[in-house]
């Protein structure tokens, strides 16, 4: 197959493209409101309910200006272009004026194929660049719409491209959900093992909170080294060329198990620019940060230096394990950065002598490593479907660029591997 061998038609001759309401304050504040669609609620190939407007409209306009399942929505500003259709998961339902409603004027037309088409042309092809009016914001009027170009394949080879798309496209849906669900578990369980413990006990009252009688509460600072490293000069090249021993920044704190580094200074750094050699098993902290790095947690696991905006605790392993450690203050994130935003910086940061001070519990060395089993177990969880929603959604970027181009004929793919990937693992959280 070659797209090329595909005859072509416009919009216009394949689809009727209506108009939605226009949104004035009368109908937002009018009597009879009934929900409708805005621009923001049109995803890729997907329609988002989550919040939804009100508009009044009248019976008569709603006749032409409603929308029935199976209809193509066309965004008209913002994300030019983008497209979903609409499944009807609503009985009534209308839609704003910037978008545009297409209805197939033939049973010959499967509506889900312009979808991943137009994804394909305005995303990775720009075949239909030029097509937004060249206002201040560009916007694809109905016009411009109606005219553009698109290829008519055999209904069934339409169909067989639009299942393949959409089974892949549902895996990733379905990923990303497990994932979220995973991290909820995640959560719940922390803060169940963080106040109950393992064991059933009795709790008592502490400052932080209610904890396991057993358990003790002590400072951050007892359990082992605190301190942070520094940022060599990238003007000195004796700091950085040829440099073979890692140093971590911030960013690094969002793999929470550290097993290599990115970066890497040279000895006369380490000697010079008072670097520390921090060891495997050590908690490190992002200390500085506007963004979400502030107060994000990891274990290292070999041994490297440190910037000026990462803290670490060479946590004293008869006493704690540095993955209990980390999942405590896990917890403590939002509290962690509330105090790195009080700090009268423009630039939230916490200091190793907060660090020292923070209070944190501590059970029995045995029951500690067990609750590291568990949340571990629930990461290899999320790992795992995160791994696969990251494979899924670039699988379906390759096959919407060769299936659209030609590259590959729908029908010669072999595809038996895909369902497995493509639904979620025995033992899903999800």
């Given at each position: 197959?070659?797209?090329?061998?595909?005859?072509?038609?416009?919009?216009?001759?394949?689809?009727?493209?209506?108009?939605?309401?226009?949104?004035?304050?009368?109908?937002?504040?009018?009597?009879?409101?009934?929900?409708?669609?805005?621009?923001?609620?049109?995803?890729?190939?997907?329609?988002?309910?989550?919040?939804?407007?009100?508009?009044?409209?009248?019976?008569?306009?709603?006749?032409?200006?409603?929308?029935?399942?199976?209809?193509?929505?066309?965004?008209?500003?913002?994300?030019?272009?983008?497209?979903?259709?609409?499944?009807?998961?609503?009985?009534?339902?209308?839609?704003?004026?910037?978008?545009?409603?297409?209805?197939?004027?033939?049973?010959?037309?499967?509506?889900?194929?312009?979808?991943?088409?137009?994804?394909?042309?305005?995303?990775?092809?720009?075949?239909?660049?030029?097509?937004?009016?060249?206002?201040?914001?560009?916007?694809?009027?109905?016009?411009?719409?109606?005219?553009?170009?698109?290829?008519?394949?055999?209904?069934?080879?339409?169909?067989?491209?639009?299942?393949?798309?959409?089974?892949?496209?549902?895996?990733?849906?379905?990923?990303?959900?497990?994932?979220?669900?995973?991290?909820?578990?995640?959560?719940?369980?922390?803060?169940?093992?963080?106040?109950?413990?393992?064991?059933?006990?009795?709790?008592?009252?502490?400052?932080?909170?209610?904890?396991?009688?057993?358990?003790?509460?002590?400072?951050?600072?007892?359990?082992?080294?605190i301190g942070n490293g520094s940022t060599p000069k990238r003007s000195i090249p004796a700091y950085w060329t040829d440099g073979t021993y890692p140093w971590l920044t911030s960013a690094k704190m969002?793999?929470?198990?550290?097993?290599?580094?990115?970066?890497?200074?040279?000895?006369?750094?380490?000697?010079?620019?008072?670097?520390?050699?921090?060891?495997?098993?050590?908690?490190?902290?992002?200390?500085?940060?506007?963004?979400?790095?502030?107060?994000?947690?990891?274990?290292?696991?070999?041994?490297?230096?440190?910037?000026?905006?990462?803290?670490?605790?060479?946590?004293?392993?008869?006493?704690?394990?540095?993955?209990?450690?980390?999942?405590?203050l896990e917890t403590q994130y939002d509290y962690l950065r509330q105090i790195g935003a009080g700090g009268g910086s423009t630039k939230g940061a916490l200091t190793c002598a907060f660090l020292r001070?923070?209070?944190?519990?501590?059970?029995?060395?045995?029951?500690?490593?067990?609750?590291?089993?568990?949340?571990?177990?629930?990461?290899?969880?999320?790992?795992?479907?995160?791994?696969?929603?990251?494979?899924?959604?670039?699988?379906?970027?390759?096959?919407?660029?060769?299936?659209?181009?030609?590259?590959?004929?729908?029908?010669?793919?072999?595809?038996?591997?895909?369902?497995?990937?493509?639904?979620?693992?025995?033992?899903?959280?999800?």
């Open positions: 197959m070659n797209t090329a061998l595909w005859p072509t038609q416009t919009i216009g001759d394949l689809f009727e493209i209506g108009a939605g309401k226009t949104m004035s304050a009368k109908a937002r504040e009018g009597q009879d409101r009934k929900p409708f669609l805005r621009t923001s609620n049109v995803l890729w190939d997907e329609i988002d309910l989550s919040v939804v407007d009100e508009m009044a409209i009248t019976d008569e306009e709603l006749r032409s200006k409603s929308l029935a399942p199976g209809d193509l929505l066309v965004c008209e500003g913002g994300d030019i272009g983008r497209a979903a259709i609409w499944t009807g998961q609503r009985e009534i339902m209308s839609y704003q004026n910037h978008l545009h409603r297409l209805r197939p004027k033939t049973k010959l037309t499967d509506s889900r194929f312009y979808v991943y088409f137009l994804h394909c042309g305005f995303t990775q092809l720009g075949i239909f660049e030029g097509a937004g009016n060249k206002t201040t914001i560009p916007n694809l009027s109905k016009n411009r719409l109606a005219v553009l170009e698109v290829p008519v394949p055999p209904l069934r080879e339409q169909q067989a491209i639009t299942l393949l798309l959409g089974t892949v496209r549902s895996g990733v849906k379905a990923h990303a959900h497990a994932h979220q669900l995973a991290q909820e578990l995640k959560a719940a369980t922390m803060t169940e093992l963080f106040t109950r413990g393992l064991r059933g006990e009795a709790q008592k009252e502490t400052e932080i909170g209610w904890v396991p009688e057993s358990w003790k509460i002590v400072r951050l600072g007892d359990l082992g080294r969002y793999d929470r198990d550290i097993i290599r580094a990115d970066q890497f200074v040279t000895a006369t750094a380490l000697a010079e620019c008072h670097l520390p050699k921090v060891q495997p098993g050590a908690l490190l902290m992002a200390i500085t940060g506007q963004g979400k790095t502030l107060g994000h947690c990891a274990v290292l696991r070999v041994e490297a230096t440190v910037s000026q905006h990462v803290a670490y605790v060479q946590t004293d392993a008869t006493r704690a394990n540095p993955g209990f450690v980390r999942g405590y001070s923070l209070p944190i519990p501590i059970p029995s060395l045995q029951e500690q490593n067990e609750m590291v089993e568990v949340l571990d177990a629930i990461d290899r969880k999320i790992a795992l479907h995160q791994q696969k929603r990251a494979v899924l959604e670039a699988l379906f970027k390759a096959l919407l660029h060769k299936l659209m181009t030609g590259e590959i004929d729908v029908n010669d793919l072999d595809l038996t591997a895909l369902t497995a990937l493509s639904t979620e693992p025995e033992g899903s959280c999800a």
